[in-house]
C-alpha cells in the first residue's frame, strides 16, 4: 500500500471515589465502534453474484467464500459499489485466518476509502480451495450498496513500435471489473506511457 490509516478511538478515565477513605479507582474506558458478537457468523457469499446491502452506522456484516484453482482466471475482486460516493463508506476487511475481520489490524487487505472500494485477489497461485473471509462495515451515517465478488482476467496492453497509434480494445459485461496489464517496452527513447480510455 502506498498509504497508512490510523484510526484512533476515544478514550474516557473517570474517577470514582469508593469509600470514606478517599479511596479512587481509575477506569480507562477504551470506547471503540466493534460490535463483532459470538451469534454473528460469517455468511456464505456465491462466487459470481452481487447482493444488495444496505447497513447503518458502525454495523458490520461478515461473509465467507471460496477460491476454486481450477477457474482459468487470474483474478478475484470484491466490489462495494454505493448509490452515492458522498456519505456512504462501506468499508472492506479480508482475512484467510480470521473469521471476523473487521480491523486494518487483523485483516490481510483492506479497502477504506470514501465511497467506491474494491480487493485483488490474485489465483495463479492458490492450489486447492482456500476460503477466505470478508467483513464489510458502514463508516457513515447510513450504507446503501451492491457488493459483488467475482472472478476477472487480465488484459495485456503493450506498445507497438511500428504502429504508435494501435488501439486496444476492451469488452466485458456492465458493472465488473478487469485487471491491466502493462507491458514496459526497453525503449531509451521512451520518456513516459500514457493510457487513456
Do not use: W
Not at 447503518?56 to 467464500?65: C, H, N, S
Not at 451515517?141 to 488501439?167: Q, R
Amino acid at each position: 500500500k502506498n498509504f497508512f490509516q490510523l484510526g484512533i478511538h476515544n478514550s474516557s478515565l473517570f474517577m470514582i471515589s469508593a469509600s470514606k477513605l478517599s479511596t479512587f479507582i481509575f477506569i480507562l474506558c477504551l470506547l471503540a465502534p466493534s460490535y463483532v458478537a459470538a451469534s454473528n457468523s460469517p455468511v456464505e457469499f456465491d462466487v459470481g453474484s452481487t447482493q444488495e446491502l444496505e447497513l447503518a452506522r458502525y454495523e458490520i456484516k461478515f461473509f465467507f467464500f471460496e477460491i476454486d484453482p481450477s477457474n482459468d482466471d487470474k483474478f478475484l475482486y470484491i466490489m462495494s459499489d454505493p448509490d452515492t460516493t458522498f456519505d456512504n463508506y462501506p468499508h472492506l476487511y479480508l482475512s484467510k485466518r480470521v473469521r471476523h475481520p473487521d480491523h486494518i489490524l487483523n485483516c490481510d487487505d483492506y479497502a477504506v476509502h470514501n465511497g467506491f472500494n474494491s480487493l485483488f485477489i490474485p489465483t495463479e497461485d492458490i492450489t486447492s480451495k482456500t476460503t477466505y473471509y470478508l467483513g464489510v462495515r458502514c463508516a457513515s451515517s447510513n450504507c446503501h450498496f451492491n457488493l459483488t465478488i467475482h472472478y476477472t482476467h487480465d488484459f495485456l496492453l503493450k506498445y507497438y513500435p511500428n504502429n504508435p497509434n494501435f488501439h486496444f480494445g476492451i469488452h466485458y459485461s456492465a458493472n465488473l471489473i478487469g485487471v491491466l496489464k502493462v507491458e514496459i517496452p526497453d525503449d531509451s527513447q521512451i520518456e513516459r506511457i500514457v493510457i487513456a480510455t
